[in-house]
């Protein structure tokens, strides 16, 4: 596998279930994102990690909970969503603060 | 609150044409400015970035950029059907703190007709 790799790339879950996107880049790079995409609206930026460190928290609801294990793995935690989450979540990966490399996305809707 | 406008399109040239890809941004303060191609049910990829005044040239692909007016633009020359794409123009300001948020414009929809 090469670049930056998403799973699952489809997803649907009621209100209340809950799910985990993974997300896995084989860039070498040291900062990971979560991007949401919705239409009409431009990409906003929900989450970005540094060495594993967070460092930025858009004022994301927090239904949405990230985790990074390591500098090569992202998850985007998901509970109790609402049907306005529906999007394509994406997932990225630079080096510093180089621009983001993105991965394929995760097509997420909520019923 | 930090924005990107574009023109959100279509934008429709006929093949060989120059498609002109516009976008201007509120802070002033911007260092980094980046075009993104995404294809529909695609991810966006990057195509050009560009730090300081003036045009960068790659391919068919030119990048314009004027700090003084907060304007950015892609000019795209010999237009092929295959850059049929929505164009994503992207930010990077000097916000303090971590400083990785690039802040992305709606996109402009390009339609290169054959």
């Known amino acids: 596998e090469t670049g930056v790799t998403q799973t699952p790339r489809h997803l649907v879950m009621g209100m209340t279930n809950k799910k985990s996107l993974k997300c896995e880049q084989h860039?070498?790079?040291?900062?990971m994102y979560w991007y949401k995409q919705s239409a009409k609206k431009p990409l906003e930026l929900m989450f970005v990690?540094?060495?594993?460190?967070?460092?930025e928290n858009n004022s994301v609801p927090s239904r949405f909970s990230p985790e990074c294990p390591n500098s090569s793995h992202l998850f985007l935690h998901l509970h109790t969503l609402q049907p306005e989450d529906s999007a394509l979540y994406l997932c990225?990966?630079?080096?510093?603060?180089?621009?983001?490399?993105f991965g394929p996305g995760t097509r997420l809707l909520v019923l | 609150q930090k924005e990107v406008e574009q023109n959100s399109g279509p934008l429709s040239v006929p093949e060989g044409a120059i498609a002109s890809l516009n976008c201007t941004y509120s802070?002033?303060?911007?260092?980094?400015f980046f075009w993104y191609r995404q294809y529909s049910g695609k991810s966006p990829e990057l195509i050009m970035s560009?730090?300081?005044?003036g045009d960068k040239e790659d391919g068919r692909f030119t990048a314009q950029l004027n700090k003084a007016s907060q304007y950015v633009s892609l000019l795209i020359r010999d237009s092929q059907p295959s850059d049929s794409a929505t164009y994503l123009c992207?930010?990077?300001?000097?916000?303090?703190?971590?400083?990785?948020?690039?802040?992305f414009g709606k996109g402009t929809l390009l339609t290169v007709n054959p």
């Open positions: 990225a990966s630079s080096q510093d603060k180089a621009s983001p490399h």
């Open positions: 860039l070498g790079h040291n900062a």
């Open positions: 990690y540094s060495l594993e460190e967070r460092v």
């Open positions: 802070d002033r303060g911007s260092q980094s």
């Open positions: 560009i730090y300081s005044n």
């Open positions: 992207a930010v990077r300001g000097y916000s303090g703190g971590s400083n990785y948020k690039l802040t």
